[in-house]
């Protein structure tokens, strides 16, 4: 593989590519079938190597080997001061590899080189230290209870988790799962998205040199209705955390209710407004185009259609609207005017470089148009006015709000959604929760003083 590796805005060195079989109970091993896949680059459309391609079998060997680590291994069962070290490990070992990571995901995934070295890749070592932290700071409490009793509750690894992520973020969404499930003493299977299925692989190996005993990261690689759905419908899976389309998280709870009711979180589509109001400094509006350029063909070709139904629904095209260059997947940041309410794309998640303005007289009027979606995501208020975003934060039916800011996340800041935008917490100590069980155990006691 040969591709540029000038992107506009860095240089950097196209890495070696090392690792593409799936990754099961410590090994590099082919798919039963011996499939494989294209790995893609969105820069320019072409493959750079192919990996392989997991499907149910691969999956039950991969849930064999977490399950075997998760009843008998010594992952749940070592302190949690000892995987944190361990943990620890791991994130000094993505650090010193940042270089190689940040072009994976650059190639890969389509991302800017410089965002990934700055932000993505420190970021997933940050967020490995900080559950790392939390790994020896889970306990339950002790319980009175009436006259005769006292309790404790424990609090236990949920069991075997499988994780489904998608490619917009390859490095964060695969830690922002296996930070608080390692933590917690759960196992895992990890299935990327088939459109990044390269840094994964880099970070299970990783796992390995850092000391994770063997069974308790596995990932395979493959695509959703084959690996991805093995993994919602398996009886041996504990847990599935997901982040996607609202679409394919009705899929997954769906096949998790009709197996072994696994509880799922699910972390979904969005349609975030972002409120600017008149005082407002309008630099800070600049995160609503964070992200560029596309990763998927499919995805590129769904947002030009976008484009396409906001012209013709009377939208007018400000600025952007076409595809940029004649190689790779980009399309020009692209901004409507006049927009309506029940216009397609004013309404649906178009999840690309696509905005719509809308204009509002009063606060409530706004207020109003934010909450008219059947999403609940995120929301951005821009103002100097303390009581306007005190009063337009409360009001918004959405998981974060932005307050003079867009898309600022941090791993100690919980995210997740309202309405169908989905339900759990990613990121901070609630995210932790949601892979420990709590255990009730109730005692006798007799001739207690008080
Ligand atoms: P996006 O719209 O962000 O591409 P998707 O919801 O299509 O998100 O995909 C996110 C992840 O879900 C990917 O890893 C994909 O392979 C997986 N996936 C897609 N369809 C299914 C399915 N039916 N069951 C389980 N996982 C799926």
Redesign the pocket.
Known sequence: YNGSSKASESVFKIPPIKFTKLFINGNFVDSVSGKTFEAIDPRTGEAITRVSDGDKEDIDLAVKAARQAFDHGPWPRMSGSERGRIMMKFADLIEENVEELAALDAINGGKLFSHCKAMDIPGAARNLRYYAGAADKIHGTVLKLSEGFQGYTLREPIGVVGS?????FPTIMFFMKAGPALAAGCTMVV?????TPLSALYYAHLAKLAGLPDGVLNVVNG???T???A??SHMDIDKVT????T???R??MT?AAASNLKPVSLELGGKSPLLIFEDADIDTTKGKFVLQALT?KK?FQKILSYIEHGKREGATLLTGGKRLGSKGFYIEPTIFTDVKEDMTIAKEEI?GPVMSLMKFKTMEEAIKRANNTTYGLAAGVITKNLNVANMVSRSIRAGIIWLNCYTAFDVDCPYGGYKMSGFGREFGLDALNQYLQIKSIVTTIHDSPW
Request: charged share 20%; net charge negative.
């Open positions: 489904i992520i998608p490619w917009n299935k990327p998205a088939e459109q695509f959703g209705e690996a991805g759905a993994i919602s997901f982040t996607g389309s679409e394919v998280g899929k997954i096949a998927d995805q999840f």
